[in-house]
């Protein structure tokens, strides 16, 4: 196959599983008579002819572990935010970001665990944490059957990291427990804590700050 009908292929499958995305493991399967390699080349050249046509609207974003989607070019944002005509979701509050950042380290994990960590209940945090889709159950504790909750690819989405659990920086229980204190003494309203703006490059960032900006 030539490389732009491979790459019209690809291109057509990232439109119609959307936000979704589709993994480079799909792709290969789908493409079985391809090489990986020729196949990922066919992503680069999707990615570099968006980037040099001023006419597309497109960009290519990686993220989670391998996986692809079509989404829109962030100097355009501001003129597509005008056909909506919603009302623009609330930044994630202190005890939101707590909860999410202990998911994110010890998932899964159960709301007693969760509660045991913080010295607090978690219910509504978690309620708008899976509203946010920042969460999700994976399954239940063999004890008593409680939900086990995790991270879901839109948190990845969200802070636009290509990987999985493995790329988020390192830190201990202690120190989850010790950031969730010196959160409750100071007061802390953004999310520059257990995600620390030093392990993340600007863009990520820029998008934590969207996510976990102040209140």
Known sequence: MNKNKLMAIIEGMLFIYGDEGVALMDLETVLDHEKPSDIKEAIKSLEDKY???EASAFSIQKFSTNKYRLQTKKDLH?????LEDVEVQSKLSVSSIEVLSIIAYKGPI???QIDHIRGLDSTYQ????KDRKLIRSVGKTEETRANLYAITENFFKLFNLAGGKEILPKIS????????VTKKAKH???GTGIFNAADFSEEQNENMEELFGTN
């Open 188 to 190: 802390k309203t953004s």
């Open 78 to 82: 501001e003129w597509f935010a005008k």
């Open 173 to 180: 229980d202690d120190e989850i427990q010790e950031e969730v």
């Open 51 to 53: 980037l040099n046509d």
């Open 110 to 112: 159960s709301k007693n």
């Open 126 to 129: 978690i309620y708008k944490l």
